[in-house]
């Protein structure tokens, strides 16, 4: 199947810098990317939707301006983070669709954890 | 609504069969999935099933669906300690043109062995 990589794996951080998480779909191009939050227990919640060459598309209840979307090239989104906070802990994960069949491929999840 | 539902603990002896159930709530899915996560881990999509079938069986794992009821399960033979996980049944939702996938709450399977 398809792969999607992300990177960081986790990160520390302390309250109030910025991170920045990389999702890659190494071996298909993905003009649409989305990034999922899961908190420890919980269901995985849909934040926002990457497209490639436009302004990401963001769930209600979720800040664009805290969560910054950049769908920089056809295999790559980017997500930051910024000025983070201890409640922003949380177990980031990326998918993309292929278009051959839709089917959702997951990235591995970048756990972040704000000091 | 977008509320996909499942039970939230199952748990088997090892050697058993394991069902885990879900409603989902869009009748115009075009088909339904199966994801696994292991502890600390990413999602692992274990199958899925179009929804122009009854049934799909995939070595251990079968898929039955009923879509008047819009009730999905997932049948697992020998359930092995290896199984043990975090199984969420998950829809996509057409939305602006976009291809979402809605998550169920996921089940926690334990295997006992």
């Known amino acids: 199947g398809a792969v999607v990589s992300q990177h960081p794996s986790w990160v520390i951080c302390k309250s109030g810098t910025s991170v920045k998480i990389e999702c890659r779909s190494l071996d298909f191009q993905a003009t649409t990317m989305f990034w999922y939050r899961q908190f420890p227990k919980q269901s995985l919640m849909l934040m926002a939707t990457?497209?490639?060459?436009?302004?990401?598309?963001?769930e209600q209840g979720v800040e664009k301006d805290k969560f910054l979307i950049n769908h920089a090239s056809l295999t790559l989104s980017t997500l930051t983070v910024t000025s983070a906070h201890p409640e922003d802990s949380s177990f980031y994960i990326c998918s993309a669709p292929t278009t051959a069949d839709e089917t959702q491929y997951f990235g591995p999840g970048t756990r972040l954890l704000v000091l | 609504g977008e509320d996909v539902e499942q039970s939230l603990f199952l748990s088997v002896r090892e050697g058993d069969s394991s069902v885990i159930n879900c409603t989902y709530t869009d009748s115009s899915s075009t088909y339904l999935y199966w994801y696994k996560q292991e502890p600390g881990a990413g999602l692992q999509l274990l199958t899925y099933?179009?929804?122009?079938?009854d049934m799909k069986q995939d070595q251990r794992l079968t898929v039955l669906l009923n879509k008047k009821d819009k009730h999905l399960s997932l049948r697992i033979a020998d359930t092995q300690t290896g199984d043990s996980a975090i199984y969420f049944c998950?829809?996509?939702?057409?939305?602006?043109?976009?291809?979402?996938?809605?998550f169920g709450t996921g089940t926690k399977l334990q295997v006992i062995p």
């Open positions: 099933i179009f929804s122009n079938m």
């Open positions: 998950a829809e996509p939702i057409y939305s602006g043109g976009y291809q979402k996938v809605t």
């Open positions: 990457s497209n490639e060459g436009s302004k990401a598309t963001y």
